[in-house]
């Protein structure tokens, strides 16, 4: 009887005590009661929630506010079960020799950290750069098309929500290009009917019958405009 009653003591000495050596997101709340654990633990979530985030997007870094962005720690959770009477001889065998280490409970409101990223990927949008063609001096100059880059939303979303409380370097965004309208293949086709236009002139059927435009004359009126995805070659009326 003494044993048991000494047991029932050790625990409710205890129960009110984070058992020592306990972290919670690297937290050091071992040996304290748990209002004090309570205080220290949202005392840091105040600081970790106004804390920007730095996100990586390609060689830039841009950053969010988590309590902007929808992110948080749920304290009373991430303190579940730390404390409390208990008749278990292992609660009894962890508050003295202690020593856990658990992760925080996060929050997260989708829907404003989706609008986050969303307004993160608009910032960051570099445009694609579409393939173009000239004529200078009866010569096709071609402007090559260069692929844009964006955030893929979705992926990038996840990634932060998982990672925004425990990361030490810049989270990467997930990127994907954005293709230009005007493809290269799109452009090695107008390029090929440039070629030929500039190469011997045409001939056009008019009501005095048929006129011969000379190359030289065709590279001064010749232009290529986009029409969807192709390169369409028109003659200017001036």
């Given amino acids: 009887v003494l044993v048991a009653g000494g047991y029932v003591g050790a625990e409710a000495a205890l129960a009110d005590r984070v058992p020592a050596g306990t972290t919670v ?45 929808g992110l948080g720690i749920d304290v009373d959770a991430s303190l579940a079960h730390l404390t409390g009477f208990t008749l278990s001889p292992m609660r009894l065998v962890r508050a003295i020799v202690g020593h856990s280490t658990r992760d925080a409970v996060v929050t997260v409101d989708e829907n404003v950290l989706s609008a986050a990223v969303e307004a993160m990927a608009a910032a960051t949008l570099v445009q694609p750069v579409d393939g173009a063609l000239t004529v200078v001096n009866g010569q096709p100059v071609v402007t090559e098309p260069v692929a844009g880059r964006q955030i893929a939303t979705a992926t990038t979303t996840e990634r932060i929500a998982h990672e925004w409380l425990s990361a030490t370097a810049p989270i990467p965004a997930q990127i994907q290009e954005v293709e230009p309208t005007v493809s ?9 009917a440039a070629q030929t236009i500039l190469s011997g002139g045409v001939w056009l059927e008019t009501s005095a019958g048929r006129v011969e435009l000379p190359a ?8 290529f405009s986009e029409n969807g995805t192709t390169l369409a070659p028109a003659l200017n009326d001036d």
């Avoid at 290269?184 to 090929?192: C, E, G």
């Fill in 25 to 69: 997101a690297g937290v050091d709340l071992g040996g304290k009661t748990s209002s004090e654990a309570r205080e220290v633990l949202q005392a840091f979530a105040d600081q970790r929630a106004a804390e920007p985030v730095s996100v990586a997007v390609g060689d830039t870094v841009t950053t969010l506010i988590p309590s902007d962005a």
């Fill in 184 to 192: 290269a293949s799109d452009l090695t086709t107008a390029l090929a």
């Fill in 216 to 223: 030289e004359v065709l590279g001064q009126a010749l232009s």
